[in-house]
Structure formats: structure tokens, C-alpha cells
């Protein structure tokens, strides 16, 4: 079989067979759900980077895998903010690419449109996470853009999430807590060469003094400048030390989410509205249809 | 069984009965779609009444009341008109109804909150109406008020449809065109006693020309002044002559959607999101969690 053939290549750490397989889960060929429900369940953390436009999310990544790579690991990378450079580059093809990782034989980089189900994520983004944890990665990096309902997904999906900010003023912080405050379980302040850095984290650690007795761990603040590579061994020392803990009842629950709407499509998969219409229109002509009569005849 | 009594109970024309079983499928009370898969598919044709605010469309339900009952005729009224006399009388209790038709044998009234399921209309009201239509009326009236997405529902479920509108300039007429002309089996040009409303139905005559040639039969206006009872006459005979045509479809396609998620509902009726998360998370703490290898485990 062609998808046990891919599996394989998989196993002997193939990227192109990966790269196929991806395209193959995203655009929904024939038989994928088979593929991805006989992948091994692999361990690989997931870190998530996300926060606002402009924070320097991809400049960040492109340094973080420096580190990892530096380190002896193998990463791989999903990019689903259509503002990021890395996004761009798969938008112009080969012609660009935004990153010397590219064709770096540690690293895995992979862009994915947003066409958001699930609020903004893309709607194989689950499986395509699935699908890199079971392949040879010791870190899978989503970098996402920190907007609306992405967040509250980008939490279900990540091991760790790692909220990137950058000195503003402190009404700005303000304005955003509601959102990606909650969420992060690593801080980045990037761009902290700027000269109101230090009284900007100084404001994060007074906003985030109440949420640590909820999170029960203090939630780290690392002052990185992602373009001179500052700061970003004590970012990978972060990630490696960080345990997971309020992680689990979020995953779970962005994965029933998920089994919910598998099961629901599986289940209506024999059901086509065109020809239920027909059908109902033929009944109703002749004068015979009762809505829930005709229900009743669709068992499970 | 109790239904099978109540079923019988509306065979007899027991109105206090009627008026328990729409509550009882408003409330969607153990057992409800069954009673209604039992029910006989009635023939009443389903006069659907709709407009914008202000055009005295409860008036003109009240007028036209007037002439069924004056003609033998027997009537059920659903409103779903939240701004409606109607719809206030039922807010307000026994204390104050708004037409003198409540307490006659021959009209039934009532009145639904909108809570827009498919839309605009109440999530009942398919079945209302064919347990309406069930029963002993000669035409069941539903008024709604011509806003979004109950225009179209209302065409859906209607076997004739009746614009009300009121003389204005010809600017507003032009704006609301793209609503509600196209689904007006029949117009009444409400309070046509004010002196522009010659003017205005020239305007709308205009208008529906081209109109007229997909529709293969002339749309009537009908001239009325609902506060004075004229032009109710000509009403009813609109009606009772109205041969419905490029209806089934509509009705076919409301009755498709709304038989999907009825199916939809009972298959996955079994399913509890929060038992699915719980089972997830033990999974997942246990490592073991693949979402396409657990979603197999859920057939149909």
C-alpha cells in the first residue's frame, strides 16, 4: 500500500516523503485518516510561539532553531501567521526563502495557509502536528499570529507557549492582557536593546504577579534581540527546563473539539443534502412527506 | 400512551390540547419527534405574512382573520414577530389581548419567541406548523417580520407568501428590493389611503417587470387599509386563487436542512463532549492518545 510505503519513509527519515505526506493530510486525499490513525504516538514537545504583528515572531524562530540545531537537535517548524516571513517564502516558492534553515538537514520548515475551522488555526493544523511529532523531530515550533481565536487554540496545541512581546507603553500591555496574558507560559520580550525594555518587563511581572498563584509555576520573562541572537540560549534553556502542568485539560479539550467534529463528518458522510432535497421533493409532491417520519428512517 | 391521547384530543378539536402539544414540542419534551412522526401530513396551505416594521402587517393578520371566519374558514395564527401586538398580547398574559379573535372557536393564535436556529425563525417552527396543519384549520397565517435571514426561511416554509409594504419614496422601495421583492408571491401596499399610493404601486409594478418573467405569473398588489377592513376581500381572493409554482423547491431545500440536523442531532446523540475530553485527557496522560485511531472506534 502506497501510505504504509510513506510511513516507512518516515521511519528512514525521509523529507520529502514527510514534505508529501503533508500535502497529502492538508488537502484531505483519500485515505488519510487511516494513514494518520496508524502513526505512532510520538513525544516530541510542541512549542508555540505567538503574539502580536510586528514582535519579531519569525526573527525569534529563525534564531531559536539556531540554538537548537547548536544543541544537536532536530526541529521542525509549522508556520501558520500569514504575516511572517516564513509564510511569504512559501508563497513565492523557491525563489525566496526567508531562512538559511531552509535546507538545513536538521530542520523541517512548513508553511500552511489560515483557513480557520476551529476559529483561526488551520483545520488539519492537529494532524499535521501529529504527523511531525511521530517523525524524527526532538521540537516541533508553531509559530502562530496572536490574534483572536488562534490563541485559544494555539494553547490546546502546544506543549509550551511562549508569547512573544516588545517594549511598548504600558497602556498597550493593558490592552492586550486579556488576551495572550492567560496563555503564555513563557514570556519573550524581543527587541529589548530598546531603551524602555527594562521598565516594560518590569510592568509584565506587576500584571503577572495575580496569575502566578493561579499557574502555580512563575511564568519566566526572557529579554531577547532576536536579530543579534541575544538572549536566546536562556530562551532554549527555558524551554528544555519547562514542565508542563495546567497543559493537559486544554489539549484535551481542543482534541475533543476535534474527535467531535471528526466523528460528526464520519458519521454524515452517507448523507448528501442535494439528495436528500431531491428526495424530500419528491415526497412532498406527492403529498406524503412528514419531516419526522422521514428522520426516523436515518438510524445510526 | 399520553401523546397518543393528545393525538386523538387534536382529532377531536380540543383547542387547550393543541396549545399543550406546541408547548410540548416548543420545549422539546421527551418524546415529542416521535408524536410528530405519528402525525397525518396535513394540506392547509401556509400563508406566510412578512414585511418590514411599521407596515401594519398584525392589522392586516387581524382584518384578514376577519374575512376567513366571515367566509367559514377555521385559522391558525403563529406569529414570530417579536415587535407584533400579537406577539406583545402572549408577553403580557391573559391580562391584555390585542385582537378580539382570541377567544373565537374557529382562530387559534399564538405566539413565538425567536431564537434563530436556521436563521431567523424559531427552531419549532417547521414543526408547529405541520402539527398546525395536522389539525382542523382550513389555513394556518404565520407572521413574521421581514428581516434577514427570516425572508428566507419564511418562502421555505410558506406555500404563499405576502409582502406588506407601505407607500414611501421610491429610494426605500429600491433599497429593500434585493430582500424582499423576489420572495413576494402576492404584495399588499398597506395604509394605501395616504396620497402617494397610487404613485407607489406604479413604482412597484415597475419594478417587478422583469420579475414577472422568471416568475411566470404576475405578482398581485393588492390595495389595502387594514385599520378601515378595505381591500381584504380582494385579499383573501388573492389567496384562495394563489397557485403556488416555484415553491416545492424552497420548501424542499428548508425541509433538507432541516432534516440534516435533525439526523445530525440523533447520531450523535450518544455523544458527550465532556466524557469525550475526560477519556481523551486519560488517554493522553497515558501517552496513548492517536485522535484518527480514537475516532475509528466511533461507527455509525
Given amino acids: 500500500m502506497k501510505w504504509q510505503q510513506r510511513l516507512q519513509q518516515i521511519h528512514q527519515q525521509d523529507t520529502k516523503a514527510l514534505a508529501r505526506c503533508i500535502s497529502l493530510v492538508e488537502n484531505e486525499a483519500a485515505g488519510y485518516q487511516q494513514f494518520l490513525?496508524?502513526?505512532?504516538?510520538?513525544?516530541?514537545?510542541?512549542?508555540?510561539?505567538?503574539?502580536?504583528?510586528?514582535?519579531?515572531?519569525?526573527?525569534?524562530?529563525?534564531?531559536?532553531?539556531?540554538?537548537?540545531?547548536a544543541n544537536g537537535k532536530k526541529v521542525a517548524v509549522?508556520?501558520?501567521?500569514?504575516?511572517?516571513?516564513?509564510?511569504?517564502?512559501?508563497?513565492?516558492?523557491?525563489?525566496?526563502?526567508?531562512?538559511?534553515?531552509?535546507?538545513?538537514?536538521?530542520?523541517?520548515?512548513?508553511s500552511l495557509a489560515t483557513r480557520g475551522s476551529l476559529g483561526g488555526l488551520h483545520p488539519q493544523i492537529i494532524a499535521i502536528t501529529s504527523l511531525l511529532q511521530a517523525a524524527w523531530f526532538d521540537y516541533i515550533i508553531v509559530e502562530t499570529v496572536g490574534v483572536g481565536q488562534s490563541e485559544i487554540e494555539i494553547v490546546g496545541l502546544a506543549d509550551t507557549t511562549i508569547v512573544v512581546l516588545v517594549p511598548?507603553?504600558?497602556?498597550?500591555?493593558q490592552t492586550m492582557k486579556a488576551g495572550l496574558m492567560e496563555i503564555a507560559d513563557i514570556f519573550v520580550v524581543n527587541k529589548s536593546d530598546?531603551?524602555?525594555a527594562d521598565l516594560f518587563v518590569h510592568h509584565l511581572k506587576q500584571m503577572l504577579a495575580p496569575t502566578f498563584y493561579t499557574k502555580q509555576q512563575e511564568v519566566p520573562i526572557i529579554k531577547t534581540t532576536a536579530?543579534?541572537?541575544?538572549?536566546?540560549?536562556?530562551?532554549?534553556?527555558?524551554?528544555?527546563?519547562?514542565?508542563?502542568?495546567?497543559?493537559?485539560?486544554?489539549?484535551?479539550?481542543?482534541?475533543?473539539?476535534?474527535?467531535?467534529?471528526?466523528?460528526?463528518?464520519?458519521?454524515?458522510?452517507?448523507?448528501?443534502?442535494?439528495?436528500?432535497?431531491?428526495?424530500?421533493?419528491?415526497?412532498?409532491?406527492?403529498?406524503?412527506f412528514n419531516l419526522y417520519g422521514f428522520v426516523e428512517g436515518f438510524g445510526c
Fill in 37 to 69: 490513525s496508524q502513526l505512532p504516538v510520538g513525544h516530541a514537545p510542541v512549542i508555540g510561539i505567538t503574539g502580536p504583528p510586528g514582535a519579531g515572531k519569525s526573527t525569534l524562530v529563525d534564531a531559536l532553531i539556531g540554538e537548537m540545531v
Fill in 168 to 173: 511598548e507603553a504600558g497602556d498597550e500591555v
Fill in 194 to 196: 530598546r531603551p524602555d
Fill in 227 to 288: 536579530s543579534q541572537k541575544k538572549g536566546i540560549a536562556e530562551l532554549y534553556t527555558a524551554i528544555a527546563h519547562y514542565q508542563p502542568l495546567a497543559h493537559n485539560q486544554r489539549h484535551s479539550r481542543l482534541l475533543a473539539e476535534k474527535a467531535y467534529q471528526l466523528i460528526q463528518q464520519k458519521r454524515m458522510k452517507d448523507i448528501d443534502k442535494q439528495v436528500l432535497m431531491e428526495e424530500i421533493e419528491r415526497l412532498s409532491l406527492a403529498g406524503e
Fill in 78 to 110: 509549522l508556520c501558520v501567521d500569514p504575516s511572517s516571513p516564513f509564510n511569504l517564502g512559501a508563497l513565492l516558492g523557491d525563489r525566496i526563502r526567508m531562512s538559511d534553515w531552509y535546507s538545513h538537514p536538521s530542520v523541517f520548515i512548513r
